[in-house]
Every structure is written in C-alpha cells, then in structure tokens.
C-alpha cells in the first residue's frame, strides 16, 4: 500500500472534526428545542475530537495499514495543534466581542493565563487524538480481520 501523506490526513481529520463538530451542535439545538431539556455538557468537545481521530484512524488504516508509531504521533501531533488553533481562534473572537460589548475587561495577567490554558489543552488534546486514533486504526484491523475470517468459511462451505 502507498503510504498517505501526512497534510491529507490532517485535512481529513479536520472535515471530520468540522463536520463533528456541526452535527454536535444541531444534536443540541434539536435536544434543547425539541425536548425542552437544558443541554449542559462541557465535555462534548472532547467527543468531538475523539470521533474525528478515531475516524481518522479507520480511514488512515484502509489506506495504509499499521503505520509506524513516530508517524503516528506526528499526525497527532498536527492535528492537535490545528485543533488547538481552530479553538484559540474562537475563543479569542469571543474574548474580542466580550471586549468589544463591554461584558468583561481584561487585565494585564489574563493573556498569561490564557497562554497557560492553550498549552496545556494542547498536551491534552495531542494525547487524547494519539489515543483515538490508535483506537481507530486497532477497530478497523479488528473489522478487517473478522471479514476476512467470515469470507474464509464461506468460501470453505
């Protein structure tokens, strides 16, 4: 099999993600209109990304089968940063309207903390992405395996 390259898979990760990310929010919207329920999950964003890695390693797998552990970590490693900027982006635009509307003022220590934050959601999302996406590419092999086992016996019988 010819190997993938690693900017196509990060920009399959990222559809997945952006179309994760869209279908979480119309499941929300659904739940809240329609069943009047008030949807508090902070953790849905880390859904989110899990899905989209593990996705990635379904589909990374079909086309590549067991890659190397080092290539492994780089896609993590992109993609997790693509996710952190894709989330610095919308925070800091939030950050900006807040400002901007006069909701909140920030201090001379808020650009600190929030640098802080980014670096440690980055180490975060980098390894709950390499965890997914291991977990992605060990299903698709399991899958693999067991259609190959199933096409053995019929062809048997």
Sequence with gaps: MLSVSTGRLVAQYALYLIGGTLA?????WAIETYGKMDFQSSAM???VIYAAASGLGSFW???EADPASPRRWRV???CGLLTVALQGALMALIVAGGV?????????QDGKIFAGIMAGL????VLLIRFALGMGLRQAARVA???AERAARVSQG
């Excluded at 979480?24 to 929300?28: D, N, R, V």
């Excluded at 901007?100 to 001379?108: D, H, I, Q, R, Y």
Aim: aromatic fraction near 14%; glycine fraction near 10%.
């Design 24 to 28: 979480a929010i119309a499941l929300i």
């Design 45 to 47: 964003g880390f859904l």
């Design 61 to 63: 797998w079909k086309r």
């Design 76 to 78: 993590a490693l992109f």
């Design 100 to 108: 901007a509307l006069g909701e909140f003022t920030l201090g001379p």
């Design 122 to 125: 980055a180490v975060l999302v």
């Design 145 to 147: 395996r067991q259609r």
